[in-house]
C-alpha cells in the first residue's frame, strides 16, 4: 500500500478544509488547469476510518444502520491496496484531461482543489461528496470489476474520474445558473441530464463508435430502456414528493445497462456530440428541460406521444 502523504494544500471550499483537518494526510496527484487534484485516504494506517470518509457515506445510510456499515475491521485487504495504487497511479495523467472535460461546460471554471477520497466501506464503486471530492470504495471496486490489474480496469477508472468530475462541473454549472427544482418531475429530468452526461463519460466502444454512431448492443438496451423511462417519467410528472423515491429508483444506480433514466440520456448524447464534445453545450445550456427535447428528437413515435411535456 502507497504509504499516506503529509498535508500538501489547503482546500478551495468549507467543506474540503473541513475533510483536509480530518484526514491523517494527503498527496497531490497534479495540476489541471487552475485546478489541483490532492488524493486523500479515508482510513489511517492503523485501519480507522476517518471522519472525512463517514461524513461522505453518512448520508447515504439509514442512521441506525451506519454502526453496522463501518463495523469490523477496516484495515484495506491487498486487493484493495493494488486497486488504491492504480488510482494514485493513474491520478497523475487526470489533470490532463480536465481541458476535454470542460468542453460541454462553457464559461464554467472548476473549483481550485479537488480531494480524491479513498475508501473501502459504504460508498459506491465511485461518486461525489459536497461539490468537490470525488470518493472511491475500494472495496466495491474490487468486488464489481475483479482485480485492479486487469488491463480493461486501467481504462475504467480514467472514465470514472471523468464521470465525477463532470458531475463537479454540472454542480458548478447550477451554482452560476441558480437553478431551482421545484417538482418530483423536475428533480428527475435533472437527475436523467446530469447522470446522462456523467455515464456519457463512462460508455467504452462497447455502447459507441468514435463518430457517436450507437453499436447493435447499444441500440438493443436503448430499446428496452426507452419504454420504462417513459413510464417513470410520466408517472413522475403527477407524483407528490412522497411518491417520487420509488419512481426514482434505478434512474441512475444498479447495473449499467439497467439505469433507466442515465444510460438512454447518455447514448443520446454521445449520438449528438458525434466525436465532437462542442456539440453538447446546447444540452449542458438547455438545463432539465432538454431531457424532453431529446427525448422527443430520438424516441420512437409510439413513445414520443407518451412522453410528459411538463410536470403537474
Given amino acids: 500500500m502507497r504509504p499516506i502523504g503529509k498535508v500538501f494544500c489547503a482546500c478551495a471550499n468549507a467543506i474540503l478544509l473541513a475533510t483536509a483537518a480530518l484526514v491523517v494526510g494527503q498527496e497531490p496527484a497534479g495540476r489541471g488547469p487552475g485546478t489541483m487534484l490532492v488524493i486523500t485516504h479515508g482510513i489511517t494506517e492503523n485501519g480507522v476510518v476517518t471522519r472525512a470518509w463517514y461524513a461522505a457515506i453518512r448520508g447515504r445510510h439509514d442512521p441506525e444502520l451506519l454502526p453496522q456499515v463501518l463495523a469490523g475491521e477496516p484495515r484495506w485487504s491487498q486487493a484493495e491496496a493494488d486497486w488504491a495504487d492504480l488510482i ?24 481550485d482543489t479537488i480531494a480524491i477520497l479513498l475508501g473501502n466501506r459504504g460508498g459506491e464503486d465511485a461518486f461525489l461528496f459536497a461539490d468537490s471530492i470525488i470518493c472511491f470504495d475500494l472495496h466495491k471496486l474490487q468486488h464489481q470489476y ?3 490489474k486487469a488491463a480493461a480496469n486501467h481504462d475504467k477508472i480514467d472514465r470514472f ?3 465525477e468530475f463532470t458531475h463537479v462541473l454540472h454542480k458548478a454549472w447550477r451554482r452560476q445558473k441558480g ?21 456519457f463519460r463512462s460508455l467504452s466502444s462497447k455502447w459507441l463508435s468514435a463518430g457517436g454512431e450507437l453499436t447493435p448492443h447499444a441500440q438493443e438496451v436503448l430499446a428496452r430502456l426507452q419504454p420504462i423511462l417513459v413510464e417513470r417519467l410520466a408517472a413522475l410528472a403527477q407524483a407528490k414528493p412522497e411518491e417520487s423515491g420509488a419512481l426514482m ?10 439505469k433507466w433514466g442515465a444510460l438512454p440520456v447518455a447514448l443520446w448524447l454521445g449520438q449528438e456530440a458525434r466525436g465532437d464534445e462542442r456539440n453538447l453545450r446546447r444540452w449542458v445550456a438547455a438545463g432539465p428541460p432538454g431531457v424532453l427535447q431529446l427525448a422527443q428528437k430520438y424516441l420512437p413515435a409510439s413513445l414520443k406521444e407518451k412522453m410528459p411535456a411538463s410536470g403537474r
Fill in 88 to 111: 494514485h497511479r493513474r491520478a497523475t495523467a487526470w489533470p490532463a484531461m480536465i481541458d476535454s472535460l470542460r468542453i460541454p461546460f462553457a464559461n464554467i471554471p472548476p473549483p
Fill in 179 to 199: 437553478l431551482t427544482l421545484q417538482s418530483p418531475f423536475e428533480v428527475a429530468l435533472w437527475e436523467c441530464l446530469t447522470e446522462g452526461l456523467g455515464n
Fill in 249 to 258: 429508483k434505478g434512474l441512475s444506480s444498479g447495473p449499467f445497462d439497467q
Fill in 146 to 148: 475483479g482485480p485492479a
Fill in 161 to 163: 474520474f471523468a464521470h
